[in-house]
Every structure is written in C-alpha cells, then in structure tokens.
C-alpha cells in the first residue's frame, strides 16, 4: 500500500487499512501494519481533536530537534537524523485486532502514517491480515 506524505503530517489510514482487511473477508483475527522506512512511523491516536496532533508534533520536535548540530548523521538533511530518533521513539509496526470482519478500533481511535521528514514523499505500509472465516472455519 503507498501513501502519499505530507511535510511532518499526520495522515489518516485508518481508511484504507479498514477496507483491505473487510477485502479479507477475515471474521476475527489481526490486522498487522508494517511501514518499510525509517523516518516514519505508524500510530494509533485520537481522531477527534486536531490539537492532539498538533501537540505531539510539538513534543517529538523538543525531544529530536532538527536545528541539534550535534547529529553526525545528516547526509540527507538537517530533518535526517531527527526523523530517525523520532521513529525509534514511536513505532515502525502495530497490530489492531479484527472482530467481526472489522477493525476492532475503540471510537477516537485512527491509524495514522507520521511522516517526520520535512519533504513529501511516498511510503510503503505492509498490510497483513490473518485469522478464522467464521462461516467456513478455515483458518487464513
């Protein structure tokens, strides 16, 4: 699956991930999803209110700022090394339970791609769902 990302953006795949796994026809199960990089990462965060983002976005540029000149690794930027901390700190991969053939997420919760580089680019998320076919009861 490829995401079209935003400079330090939150984007919201929520939708996406819950259609390939309906596309599953996966009765209960896991959904697992893995971003191929390392300056990105994927979350599980309220949905709701845009000021949640917009304070964790604050907080990872406090911890990783991108202006620290006591990184050694910026051969692609000043936004390089800062991006990799901020991945370390969050996740590369989660797993959402499926019930009922559905992402079995709580009510403000979204599946979110962080990108943390300053420049747009396309990331690759891997999805991977697996569980019963309750009608069939074949183990997938």
């Known amino acids: 699956m490829v995401v079209k990302s935003h400079h330090q953006k939150f ?7 819950s259609d390939y796994t309906q596309r599953a026809l996966i009765s209960v ?28 976005q604050t907080f990872m540029e406090r911890i990783a700022p ?12 000043r936004d390089d090394m800062p991006a990799h ?13 499926v019930s009922g053939g ?4 709580g009510r403000w919760q979204g599946i979110y791609l962080w990108e943390h580089r300053a420049v747009a680019t396309e990331r690759q998320l891997v999805v991977t769902v697996s569980g019963l076919d309750t009608i069939s009861g074949v183990e997938v």
């Open 11 to 17: 984007i919201d795949v929520t939708g996406m991930i």
């Open 29 to 56: 199960g896991l959904c697992h999803i893995f971003i191929k990089h390392t300056s990105a990462s994927v979350i599980i965060t309220e949905n709701a209110d845009p000021n949640v983002h917009r304070d964790l």
């Open 102 to 105: 559905r992402l079995n997420l």
């Open 66 to 77: 991108e202006d620290d000149y006591l990184y050694l690794h910026d051969s692609e930027g």
């Open 85 to 97: 901390i901020r991945t370390v700190l969050t996740q590369s991969s989660l797993f959402v339970p």
